[in-house]
């Protein structure tokens, strides 16, 4: 079909109409389009739509009945003004009713008519609202975002019942467009902030999107960045727990998480139950995460390390176990360890794609079993079992999986270093690091706030919390527009019962 005959104008005989809509759509099933002409009071009027994609019986309930029995000669602003829905449009342009129909809208055109006139009827198969299987919760809600983008703007917009809420509409996809909401306070969020979220998104060319994840891949600062740059979440809580503090958030419609903007990567080691506990507990639990990662990175190449070069550090006693443990490994520890890494890394890939109930008997099985039998064979150590296990488990405390599977990847090259050239090498690594999180940004913002630069009076949103009463203030690393978050002299002042 040319652009001429896309660009077609009204008024239409109904058969013309017929024709061109379904030529249009040729290389469908003829079933997919359901097209009918019914006479009404010397009138011919054309009712269609994608037949998989309509809700049939709120179609012959609300739409069909009225309109057959209507007493009067109908026009399109009747149709507007008499049908029984609240969703109805007009248009004059074909290639919007090519647009539409994709949506699952149902067009009415009455013969001779200026414009054509269609309503919503999308027939939405969506699954239960259900629980967080990414993000283990076990104090706070529960509830995780489905593939229905309707579904999950009504979760965010109940826990944020203000005006000042955004969801932002932006089609993403030349070939199968995709529906993306942009999702900010905008009382509080920077506008710097939304306006270059805004702008990456809308200037991407693509023909099609397949999720946020993808979407976040396209958009984030760096590809060459080591660690997660964006947070994805599929808690309706977490998202709107970052709003309330001045982020930028993206829903993508069939795509069950979000992602927000901008991070830092210490957000990456917060819980959302870190804030409905006890501030001295929540905050003792997201400095003992912070130290997990540290022995998530570091357990396994400092072992290597000092048993390949640095072995007077250790006490003698301790020496002499390990060099016992050790007495018929064929491998030197650089070797030993890799495997033992690698063989731990399949167990949780396995772990992974294999069903919950196999799954548990892979871990138990491959983690006891194996590891015994292959200490027992005298491939490994009983202590770089532990070593390792111990950095397995670090790693599992960390509340992004994003950011888990990051350490656990950086472990390598570190154990490489280690074996190669002892700590010197681990800190050669640790620099590197350093220098590589110094240079990452997150929608422009700095990575390494509150650290760089230097903001002190944000250690209490990062480190630890702070009492309910004294949290005040926003934290000025995201520049939020509004940085007060109540009046501490109100909230402290106390009254007596007659006031």
């Not at 379904?22 to 359901?34: I, Q, R, Y």
């Not at 009747?78 to 609240?86: E, H, K, R, T």
């Not at 070069?309 to 520890?333: C, D, H, M, N, W």
Request: charged share 20%; with cysteine; glycine share 4%.
């Amino acid at each position: 079909m040319d652009n001429k005959e896309i660009d077609a104008v009204f008024p239409f005989k109904v058969e013309e109409l017929e024709k061109l809509v379904k030529s249009t759509f040729e290389h469908n099933s003829a079933d997919d389009l359901l097209f009918s002409i019914y006479e009404h009071r010397g009138k011919k009027i054309a009712v269609f739509g994608i037949s998989y994609l309509m809700d049939t019986n709120k179609l012959e309930r609300s739409l069909l009945e009225p309109l057959i029995n209507h007493s009067k000669k109908w026009t399109s602003q009747s149709l507007l003004n008499d049908i029984p829905l609240g969703n109805g449009s007009s248009t004059a342009s074909f290639q919007a009713i090519l647009d539409e129909l994709l949506t699952g809208n149902v067009f009415i055109y009455i013969e001779e008519e200026l414009k054509i006139v269609y309503y919503t009827l999308y027939m939405e198969e969506k699954r239960n609202v259900e629980k967080s299987e990414l993000e283990s919760v076990v104090i706070g809600p529960q509830l995780a975002f489905t593939e229905s983008l309707n579904t999950n703007m009504n979760m965010l917009r109940k826990l944020n019942k203000t005006p000042d809420l955004v969801l932002e509409k932006l089609i993403v996809g030349e070939i199968v467009p995709c529906e993306v909401r942009l999702v900010y306070i905008k009382s509080i969020a920077n506008e710097t902030d939304v306006n270059t979220m805004r702008q990456r998104i809308q200037d991407l060319d693509i023909d099609e999107l397949e999720d946020s994840t993808v979407l976040k891949q396209y958009i984030h600062d760096s590809s060459l960045a080591l660690f997660p740059l964006f947070y994805e979440t599929e808690l309706p809580s977490r998202l709107s727990y970052a709003i309330q503090e001045g982020k930028v958030g993206v829903l993508v419609e069939n795509s069950p998480l979000s992602f927000i903007a901008p991070s830092t990567f210490f957000s990456f080691f917060e819980s959302m139950e870190d804030m409905y506990m006890r501030w001295h507990i929540g905050s003792a639990l997201r400095i003992l995460r912070m130290f997990a990662m540290l022995i998530a990175l570091f357990s396994t190449p400092i072992y290597v390390a000092i048993l390949t070069y640095q072995y007077e550090l250790l006490p003698t006693e301790l020496l002499i176990s390990l060099g016992k443990s050790r007495a018929g490994v064929p491998f030197p520890p650089i070797i030993e360890a890799i495997l033992i890494e690698l063989f731990i890394e399949l167990l949780r890939e396995a772990g992974v794609r294999l069903p919950t109930k196999v799954a548990q008997v892979m871990g138990i099985v491959g983690g006891i079993v194996i590891g015994q039998a292959a200490v027992e064979a005298g491939l490994t150590s009983n202590v770089l079992i532990i070593v390792v296990a111990i950095g397995a488990i670090a790693s599992y405390t960390t509340p992004s999986s994003l950011m888990s599977s990051s350490l656990r990847i950086l472990r390598f090259p570190l154990i490489l270093l280690a074996g190669l050239y002892g700590l010197v090498g681990i800190m050669f690594g640790v620099c590197l690091l350093l220098i590589h999180l110094l240079k990452q940004t997150s929608l422009g913002r700095s990575y390494l706030s509150p650290i760089y630069p230097f903001r002190l009076q944000d250690f209490n949103k990062v480190f630890f919390r702070s009492p309910p009463s004294k949290n005040d203030n926003r934290a000025t690393m995201y520049r939020p527009k509004d940085t007060v978050r109540f009046s501490q002299k109100k909230a402290s002042k106390k009254h007596d019962i007659d006031e």
